[in-house]
């Protein structure tokens, strides 16, 4: 399973960014998507997630400000971003947890990052 990451880029506080996320291969199933975020010096830390089952989920710090949607029939993910802001900085990743095959176990996926720069 291959996830394509694409929509970073530079932009000043205040403003919006849209990032979207492909995945492509051999899928059977995907339970849930989801994007991280890793800004200079600090750990990866999950930005928003979207199961099948559970809903969607988001950090404390983007809560209001962005949300995630997805396209089942494309297998795709999108995270909408509003009001952004510097700490907002960092590389973004997508994830899928996805079943290539009945009678293989679910596997965790993950995009190349693409970066999104927030200037005050």
């Known amino acids: 399973v291959q996830l394509q990451a694409s929509g970073g880029g530079v932009v000043q506080a205040g403003e919006s960014l849209r990032l979207s996320c492909a995945a492509s291969g051999r899928i059977y199933r995907i339970a849930s998507m989801a994007w991280y975020r890793e800004a200079p010096g600090k750990q990866r830390e999950l930005v928003a997630s979207?199961?099948?089952?559970?809903?969607?989920n988001y950090g404390d710090s983007v809560k209001g400000r962005f949300t995630i949607s997805r396209d089942n029939a494309k297998n795709s993910v999108f995270l909408e971003m509003n009001s952004l802001k510097p700490e907002d900085t960092g590389v973004y990743f997508c994830n899928a947890f996805a079943l290539q095959s009945i009678g293989r176990s679910y596997n965790t996926y993950w995009g190349q990052g693409t970066l999104v720069t927030v200037s005050s």
């Open positions: 979207s199961h099948a089952t559970l809903g969607t």
